[in-house]
């Protein structure tokens, strides 16, 4: 028994051909979703095969950095059930993914006794198949579910974290906020929606000479932002011309049509596969775009790097806490500083490398003009 990645026509096809009947609508996420998530590198769809023949498929949801796998649909194929497939199917995922974890609907006044007898069913055979069900519950788009997991972790705080995270890492907080409940409190109602609710995410679309204007804007709005400079449109070309020159790569991060940021792309001498620059306009912050730019510029930098490299100042604990969550957790390169007399700063922290003792400032002129 072997798995093969499907790429996207092939997932359509069985998406439209199987999981449309094997699934309830409500439980069943938007194919465009799951193609989404194949551009962030954050989806793995599955078709089991034996002796060349399918006999079944797997949706899974990757955790930041592969740390885990949300089991999102299972199935077995039409005229393949009931010979144990299931189980084995289970046991070669296990194999190939450390910590497997998944939702299955639970049973409530909301279903007949058929199906309640049904969910129950379904949860002893994931119990039966080495998962065990999670001290807490979720309730995802209106839908109530229990929560399993199948790996070492014996904290379920862990694997409840791990579990938001695949959540949170492609949600904003407002929708997180509206439509997922995880973990779903005790005698917390759960939350009614029509089924599963898409956001507007962005997207990066290459650089074209005809937008030479909008960059422009955005770039001076990069400079504001960053350094409180107000760039003149003939400063802002330079950088234009420099982010679009041999070894870089300039993007517009898109929301449908509109350009709501960019996304700078660079080499140091190999690869372009630096993020050197990173903007989103301030009325679109805080909805996880930047996050989903990043994820978009890691799957382009992918195909022909093994890394992607950001440079952050020590001073921006925000983007850095950003960095980390967002899978960057080798220390690549240390930058330090000599200032000489007369450069006016406050210390905003100190900090230990190697031992060693250094200070984080800030420059007291760029605060008071904030």
Same mark, same amino acid.
């Given at each position: 028994?072997?798995? $093969?990645?499907? &790429?996207?026509?092939?997932?359509?096809?069985?998406? $439209? &051909?199987?999981?449309?009947?094997? #699934?309830?609508?409500?439980?069943?996420? !938007?194919? =465009?979703?799951?193609?989404?998530?194949?551009?962030?590198?954050?989806?793995?769809?599955?078709?089991?095969? @034996?002796?060349? @023949?399918?006999?079944?498929?797997?949706?899974?949801?990757?955790?930041?950095?592969?740390?885990?796998?949300?089991?999102?649909?299972?199935?077995?194929?039409?005229g393949k059930r009931n010979?144990?497939?299931?189980?084995?199917?289970?046991?070669?995922?296990?194999?190939?993914? =450390?910590?497997?974890?998944?939702?299955?609907?639970? !049973?409530?006044?909301?279903?007949? !006794?058929?199906? &309640?007898?049904?969910?129950? $069913?379904?949860?002893?055979?994931?119990?039966?198949?080495?998962?065990?069900v999670l001290d807490y519950?979720?309730?995802?788009?209106?839908?109530? #579910?229990? +929560?399993?997991?199948? %790996?070492?972790?014996?904290?379920?705080?862990?694997?409840?974290?791990?579990?938001?995270?695949?959540?949170?890492?492609? #949600?904003?907080?407002?929708?997180?906020?509206?439509?997922?409940?995880?973990?779903? %409190?005790?005698?917390?109602?759960?939350? !009614?929606?029509?089924?599963?609710?898409?956001?507007?995410?962005?997207?990066?679309?290459?650089?074209? @000479?005809?937008?030479?204007?909008?960059?422009? *804007?955005?770039?001076?709005?990069?400079?504001?932002?960053? &350094?409180? +400079?107000?760039?003149?449109?003939? @400063?802002?070309?330079?950088?234009?011309?420099?982010?679009?020159?041999?070894?870089?790569?300039?993007?517009?991060?898109?929301?449908?049509? *509109?350009?709501?940021?960019?996304?700078?792309?660079?080499?140091?001498?190999?690869?372009?596969?630096?993020?050197?620059?990173?903007?989103?306009?301030?009325?679109?912050?805080?909805? %996880?775009?930047? =996050?989903?730019?990043?994820?978009?510029?890691?799957?382009?930098?992918?195909?022909?790097?093994?890394?992607?490299?950001?440079?952050?100042?020590?001073?921006?604990?925000?983007?850095? $806490?950003?960095?980390?969550?967002?899978?960057?957790?080798?220390?690549?390169?240390v930058t330090v500083r000599?200032? #000489?007399? %007369?450069?006016?700063?406050?210390?905003?922290?100190?900090?230990?490398?190697?031992?060693?003792?250094?200070?984080?400032?800030?420059?007291?002129?760029?605060?008071?003009?904030?």
């Amino acid at each position: 028994m072997e798995l $093969r990645t499907l &790429n996207k026509e092939e997932l359509t096809a069985l998406y $439209r &051909n199987e999981m449309t009947e094997d #699934f309830p609508s409500a439980e069943l996420k !938007p194919l =465009s979703a799951m193609l989404r998530l194949m551009d962030l590198g954050r989806y793995d769809p599955l078709l089991v095969t @034996e002796g060349g @023949e399918a006999v079944g498929y797997a949706m899974l949801w990757l955790a930041e950095g592969r740390a885990g796998a949300l089991l999102e649909y299972f199935g077995v194929l039409r005229g393949k059930r009931n010979g144990g497939l299931g189980t084995r199917i289970l046991e070669l995922l296990a194999g190939r993914y =450390s910590q497997l974890f998944g939702e299955a609907e639970a !049973p409530g006044e909301d279903a007949s !006794p058929e199906e &309640n007898d049904l969910r129950r $069913r379904r949860i002893a055979f994931y119990q039966r198949s080495g998962f065990r069900v999670l001290d807490y519950q979720c309730a995802l788009f209106g839908v109530r #579910f229990h +929560c399993l997991y199948r %790996g070492p972790e014996q904290d379920d705080r862990r694997v409840e974290a791990l579990h938001r995270g695949v959540y949170a890492g492609y #949600f904003s907080p407002a929708h997180m906020e509206r439509y997922i409940q995880l973990p779903l %409190g005790p005698g917390e109602a759960v939350k !009614p929606a029509r089924s599963w609710e898409e956001e507007a995410f962005s997207s990066l679309v290459e650089y074209q @000479e005809s937008r030479a204007g909008e960059a422009v *804007a955005l770039i001076q709005g990069f400079w504001l932002a960053h &350094n409180h +400079c107000r760039q003149s449109e003939d @400063e802002a070309k330079a950088d234009l011309r420099a982010w679009t020159g041999e070894g870089h790569k300039l993007y517009f991060i898109t929301v449908g049509e *509109a350009a709501v940021g960019l996304l700078h792309l660079g080499s140091r001498g190999g690869a372009i596969d630096w993020l050197e620059d990173l903007f989103v306009l301030p009325e679109y912050q805080g909805r %996880g775009i930047g =996050s989903q730019a990043i994820w978009l510029a890691e799957a382009i930098v992918r195909q022909y790097s093994q890394s992607m490299y950001i440079e952050a100042a020590a001073r921006n604990e925000g983007a850095i $806490r950003l960095y980390r969550r967002l899978g960057y957790d080798c220390l690549n390169t240390v930058t330090v500083r000599k200032d #000489f007399p %007369g450069y006016d700063y406050d210390v905003v922290r100190e900090e230990r490398v190697y031992g060693e003792r250094f200070e984080i400032r800030k420059d007291r002129a760029e605060q008071d003009e904030a």
